[in-house]
């Protein structure tokens, strides 16, 4: 059993900058593809960006491309997701989420396709 536990969230003027953490206990992720994913009240959750668990392949929503980065540190067991260049519209709750796989080049984008989730952490974004 994996968990997963989200940090770094907070309030930030728009173009600012966070780096949200996803700490990962119980087990090694080593081998999970992991995800970030972001909810608004009363919207459905969106996805974010993902990462292979090689880290070789990741994958961004068009909203976040070129201002969001996504990182592992496997030996850390930490999965990381860089935020620049902020919007009001990326405020939210940000989870990431983990699904063990053997290929290390699989990523997903599907919310329904991982196993495992954190608790969110709160992004604001003021204008």
């Known amino acids: 059993q994996v968990q997963l536990v989200e940090s770094g969230g907070g309030l930030v003027q728009a173009g600012g900058s966070l780096r949200l953490s996803c700490a990962a206990s119980?087990?090694?992720?080593?081998?999970?593809?992991m995800g970030w994913f972001r909810q608004v009240p009363g919207k459905e959750q969106e996805f974010v960006a993902a990462?292979?668990?090689?880290?070789?392949?990741?994958h961004y929503a068009d909203s976040v491309k070129g201002r969001f980065a996504i990182s592992r540190d496997n030996a850390k067991n930490t999965v990381y997701l860089q935020m620049d260049s902020l919007k009001p519209e990326d405020t939210g709750v940000y989870y990431c989420?983990?699904?063990?796989?053997?290929?290390?080049?699989?990523?997903?984008?599907?919310?329904?396709?991982?196993?495992?989730w954190g608790q969110g952490t709160q992004v604001t974004v003021s204008s």
């Open positions: 989420a983990g699904k063990g796989i053997f290929n290390s080049r699989t990523i997903y984008t599907a919310a329904r396709s991982y196993d495992y």
């Open positions: 119980g087990r090694t992720i080593s081998d999970y593809a």
């Open positions: 990462i292979s668990w090689s880290g070789t392949i990741t």
